[in-house]
């Protein structure tokens, strides 16, 4: 094998080798809208109530004055 042969081998396989790096697969993932089928995070269930308190707190504040 000549040296120029070889470059192109080794050009082609370089070319090859970073082609198949960008490789990604077609898979879809179909969610319904307003459904978390994760796990139920502990914290956000303990910060709902306080900010639930807020947020009551600021609508008598707004609904009050008129």
Known sequence: MS???GGMCAALA????????????NEVTVHQPG???????????QQA???EE??????????TDR
């Open 35 to 45: 459904e978390y089928k994760g796990k139920s995070d502990p914290l956000l269930e």
């Open 14 to 25: 370089a070319v090859l080798l970073a082609l198949g790096g960008c490789y990604e697969t």
């Open 3 to 5: 040296i120029k042969t």
């Open 54 to 63: 807020s947020l009551q707190k600021r609508f008598e504040l707004v609904q």
């Open 49 to 51: 109530s306080a900010r």
